[in-house]
């Protein structure tokens, strides 16, 4: 499942899961963790490292866990060292300095990387639970296309990619009952 995208289902009612589109960046024998990728928040990347020119990069809310760390993926390979590879040229972490220095010599571009506050984390065994119990869809993408999707429609995005006609959930309100 690692490199796999979960999309919430569209009846999940969880508080802070509804509507979310999660990369899988690990996924093992004790566990998984990976990053909301649709819910920016207030902050860029600017308000957290002031002294980066270029610092014009929304935050991501990540997940429930670790909110005050900052992760990041990325889709800019052997630029940056030490950064993992989790699949179809998206990649984990790496050196943050080298990647500021990428981003203030303007090497960069806004659809290479999103930064996360917190990640999404479960233990052994419970993201396999709550996809039994179809908390979530699951789709293994192509590629990283889904990188350059609006953070605003990419959960309807990649409800149509499962299926067509699901996508028609992207136009409801939040609240199916009120339709």
């Known amino acids: 499942m690692q490199g796999s995208i979960l999309i919430a289902h569209p009846l999940l009612s969880d508080g802070f899961f509804n509507r979310s589109v999660v990369y899988l960046a690990n996924h093992n024998k004790d566990g998984a963790f990976g990053f909301v990728m649709n819910f920016k928040t207030q902050f860029m990347l600017r308000d957290v490292r002031p002294q980066i020119k270029n610092g014009n990069y929304p935050i991501f809310e990540g997940g429930p866990v670790a909110k005050n760390q900052l992760f990041f993926l990325h889709t800019l390979g052997n630029d ?69 999707v609006p953070p605003e429609d990419l959960w309807g995005w990649e409800l149509g990619d499962i299926k067509k006609s699901y996508s028609i959930f992207a136009d409801f309100g939040s609240d199916p009952s009120m339709n």
């Not at 699949?87 to 050196?95: K, L, Q």
């Not at 303007?106 to 984390?121: C, E, L, M």
């Not at 233990?123 to 119990?133: I, S, V």
């Open 80 to 148: 940056i060292s030490d950064s993992i590879e989790v699949s179809h040229n998206v990649f984990v972490g790496g050196d943050f300095n080298e990647l500021m220095h990428l981003i203030e010599h303007g090497k960069v571009k806004s659809g290479d990387v999103r930064f996360f506050a917190g990640y999404s984390g479960w233990e052994e065994n419970q993201l396999e639970g709550e996809l039994e119990r179809q908390h979530w869809l699951l789709t293994e993408p192509e590629d990283n296309s889904f990188f350059k």
